[in-house]
């Protein structure tokens, strides 16, 4: 059976993918670095890496020979390893570069330096993060397919949330944004995101590999990273929702996210697997509907059997997008896969499993006083 190396591994998504994949008879390799922000000082919850199922190297993509030993007798490679905080990319500028942009052009460096090796297929993760601000329309004009820029910190110090029409300078309205849509990173992270499918596509077209390329939504669930408060809005307020905390909206609460179920994400990255013919094409990841960060709050206390206490700061952060929500047309046209796990249910399943878990210390404070240190949140 083949073997499907998965760097990054270890992490929210890895898991579930390393499980599944086990259970549909693939060997599976793991590289993953087990980071303290993610795992925790002591990493914990991995000791399914090491019970024998997964043959497991701990190590970065950031070494040639971490990844020389790892490449070794592979068929297929999912490329998940990143690091992921939209607000922390801000000033942890090089760290991310390192990590997810030449972490990338290292793992072709290493793979074209490698005789004889038998990977045919690369599978990225990338982020709805490279739209920027995504796809709108203009009701007052009749302007379509507009794409606005990054909203500009003076603009959010007024509390003027909503992109606006560059055209008549009305409040633009936002639509399901398409593979073909325009990108426009807005933040550090996004513009890595980016950089990794260039390297991608052009070294995989070059090298004859097949690959495909995923821009993910928000990925939610069971097993997701309860200790990073860098990322991970749901994990958030899981926690302070846990310690009879108040949770803190920024913006005017009114911003929307296209929640994903990670079992989702999962069954549109086995299918990439083993599709007869290898994709070479960009596909969202997502659920296709837009929800409001208040109301995913107010949800996720109720599945925590809490009372919800929710506060709309009017805070923002730069780099934040204000809208977006995928089309995944493509992907069920491409691969067969819709989204089948619906917010509410997806919520109730990550509330049960929150409720077994330790209860991790509140990090938001800390993480958002990065972020005001550095002015990049008012």
């Known amino acids: 059976m083949q073997r499907i190396l998965i760097t990054g591994g270890a992490g929210f998504i890895g898991t579930h993918l390393s ?10 390799r793991v590289l993953d670095t087990l980071s303290a922000q993610v795992h925790g000082e002591v990493p914990t919850g991995v000791d399914w890496l090491v019970a024998g199922d997964v043959e497991f190297f701990r190590g970065s993509v950031t070494s040639q020979a971490d990844l020389t030993r790892a490449l070794a007798d592979v068929d297929h490679v999912v490329h998940l390893a990143a690091e992921t905080g939209t607000g922390q990319s801000m000033y942890e500028v090089a760290r991310y570069c390192e990590v997810n942009s030449m972490g990338t052009a290292l793992l072709f460096d290493v793979l074209g330096r490698m005789d004889g090796h038998q990977v045919k297929r690369v599978l990225l993760t990338s982020s709805r993060s490279v739209y920027g601000e995504g796809a709108y329309r203009c009701d007052a004009c009749g302007a379509e397919h507009v794409y606005p820029g990054a909203r500009q910190a003076a603009q959010l110090r007024a509390h003027e949330w909503e992109p606006l029409c560059p055209h008549c ?4 309205v936002a639509v399901a944004t398409t593979e073909r849509d325009a990108v426009r990173p807005a933040s550090i992270y996004a513009a890595t995101k980016f950089a990794q499918e260039d390297l991608v596509r052009i070294a995989c077209d070059s090298m004859g590999l097949g690959y495909a390329i995923f821009r993910l939504q928000n990925v939610y669930g069971e097993g997701q990273s309860l200790k990073n408060p860098y990322t991970g809005i749901l994990s958030i307020f899981s926690t302070r929702i ?57 949800e996720l206390t109720v599945a925590l059997g809490c009372t919800p206490d929710v506060k709309v700061t009017g805070q923002f952060r730069l780099g934040d997008i204000r809208h977006n929500f995928a089309d995944v047309s493509r992907l069920e046209a491409a691969l067969g896969v819709k989204p089948q796990v619906s917010l509410r249910e997806g919520l109730s399943r990550f509330a049960q499993w929150v409720k077994t878990q330790p209860l991790p210390e509140d990090r938001l404070e800390q993480a958002n006083k990065e972020l005001v240190d550095r002015k990049l949140m008012g």
């Open 242 to 298: 846990r310690r009879g905390m108040q949770l803190p909206i920024f913006e005017d609460g009114k911003e929307t996210r296209d929640f994903v179920h990670v079992s989702d994400v999962v069954e549109a990255l086995v299918a990439g697997l083993r599709s007869e013919a290898p994709v070479n094409d960009v596909l969202n990841v997502g659920s296709g509907i837009g929800t409001s960060v208040e109301e995913v709050a107010r």
């Open 169 to 172: 300078s009305a409040p633009l």
């Open 19 to 28: 499980r599944r994949l086990l259970a549909l008879g693939y060997r599976v």
